[in-house]
């Protein structure tokens, strides 16, 4: 929080100089979330609060390992971390090999078969542009019941015709967490 490098706004101002691909290409390897305290208690709350299932985990967008490791300590199963830019630094703090996929390749079905208990998507899905997140979500959808949302902002909220319905929501030391389950999927148009 106090490393002046690592502020809100320090990144925000690297995110519009940059662009989001660009700043994460460049910093990938350092990158560290200063919320990562704040992800940790508010993992544990609610996964005891919500009754999560971590059977088998999918962290997009797992950055340095921030909910991977917070998760593992909860006694998580099998979790499988995806990032593009973060896999080095996730390497080195988990000792586990992350996939370099963008949530553009699976918004276009790069995951197709898999089965997650739970996709976690931490400080990341307001990364996504508006117009991506149907078909995303959608995708989603297809591999998990169930979606947990850590996010320091109000965006995004998903809609019930993109697959996913808010059931749970809660906010602590400024990080907000929702639970989504699954909406009516089958009917699910995407591109509503
Ligand atoms: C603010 S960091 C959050 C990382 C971690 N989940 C956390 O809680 O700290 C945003 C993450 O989104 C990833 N990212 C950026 N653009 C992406 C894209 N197009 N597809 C997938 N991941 C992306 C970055 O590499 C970075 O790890």
């Not at 967008?61 to 979790?79: P, V, Y």
């Not at 996730?90 to 898999?114: C, H, N, P, S, V």
């Amino acid at each position: 929080m106090d490393d002046p490098q690592n502020t809100p706004d320090s990144i925000r101002a690297a995110y519009q100089q940059q662009g989001v691909a660009g700043f994460y290409a460049a910093e990938g390897d350092s990158y560290r979330n200063p919320h990562e305290p704040a992800i940790r208690r508010l993992l544990r709350q609610i996964t005891a609060d919500w009754s999560l299932d971590l059977g088998r985990v999918l962290d997009l967008a797992c950055g340095s390992g921030e909910a991977t490791l917070a998760l593992r300590e909860l006694g998580a199963g099998k979790i499988d971390g995806i990032d593009p830019y973060t896999f080095r630094a996730y390497a080195a703090r988990t000792g586990q090999q992350a996939e370099a996929l963008t949530f553009e390749q699976i918004a276009a079905g790069a995951l197709d078969g898999r089965a997650y208990s739970l996709i976690v998507c931490s400080f990341a899905l307001h990364l996504v542009e508006v117009s991506r997140l149907p078909l995303l979500c959608y995708q989603l959808a297809q591999l998990s019941p169930a979606l947990l949302v850590i996010t320091p902002h109000k965006r995004p909220e998903l809609r019930s015709e993109w697959g996913w319905q808010l059931r749970e929501e809660t906010v602590s030391e400024r990080v907000r967490a929702r639970l989504y389950e699954h909406g009516a999927v089958a009917e699910a148009d995407p591109w509503r």
